[in-house]
């Protein structure tokens, strides 16, 4: 049980462009989602919590506009990179609390972003 | 605001040995604690967690951890090293269970055959 994952588990594209990655909770209901963002060897960095049905809070320093995220369900977040940039190339992984085991964060496996 | 240290980036320990991975957190209410496990280009996979009662806490793959108050510790050990356990380990704290976690830097820990 809590399984979560995400799609794409690996995207390159073009320089200004935009890349839609998808997390989805398999066998629960998230009520809070989270994303994260993490450098070659370093740790995770939060960058914004996504309850369902309500807009994400940013953390600071993170731009809203660019970083676009939808909790549209209990069961799937998206995270948009509007525009991007060789500078955004990181490894992005969301996790997800559930109401059945609310004091626990599950974790996608993540998405290697490379951009050219 | 909360922290977390992990002292030493890199472990190696030969296999056999004991496994002793070292975190201390800061908190100003009582944490909730987590030790998660990366390995290469995935993402983290939850070892154990302390929320509440019982101070030593058992995880998967044989892991363990003690919550112990007056030193601010939470550190995993396991007493035989598999050259399977050779990952990232991350230590974490948050406030309750729906708020977001505080990474450590990370252990990367070796097991030398």
């Known amino acids: 049980g809590a399984v979560v994952s995400q799609h794409p588990s690996r995207v390159i594209c073009k320089s200004g462009t935009s890349v839609k990655i998808e997390c989805r909770s398999l066998d629960f209901q998230a009520t809070t989602m989270f994303w994260y963002r993490q450098f070659p060897k370093k740790s995770l960095m939060l960058m914004a919590t996504?309850?369902?049905?309500?807009?994400?809070?940013?953390e600071q320093g993170v731009e809203k506009d660019k970083f676009l995220i939808n909790h549209a369900s209990l069961t799937l977040s998206t995270l948009t990179v509007t525009s991007a940039h060789p500078e955004d190339s990181s490894f992005y992984i969301c996790s997800a609390i559930g109401t059945s085991s609310p004091d626990t964060q599950y974790f996608g496996p993540g998405t290697r972003l490379t951009v050219l | 605001a909360q922290s977390v240290t992990q002292l030493g980036s890199h472990v190696s320990v030969s296999e056999g040995a004991l496994v002793l991975l070292r975190c201390n957190y800061s908190s100003s209410v009582p944490p909730y604690l987590f030790w998660y496990v990366q390995y290469p280009n995935q993402g983290l996979q939850l070892l154990l967690k302390y929320t509440t009662g019982a101070t030593l806490v058992k995880g998967i793959n044989g892991f363990e951890a003690e919550f112990k108050k007056s030193e601010t510790s939470f550190h995993l050990t396991k007493p035989s090293a598999h050259m399977s356990d050779a990952a990232e380990y991350f230590c974490?704290?948050?406030?309750?269970?729906?708020?977001?976690?505080?990474f450590g830097k990370g252990t990367r820990l070796s097991v030398i055959a």
């Open positions: 974490a704290v948050t406030l309750s269970g729906n708020t977001p976690l505080v």
């Open positions: 996504s309850n369902e049905g309500s807009k994400a809070t940013y």
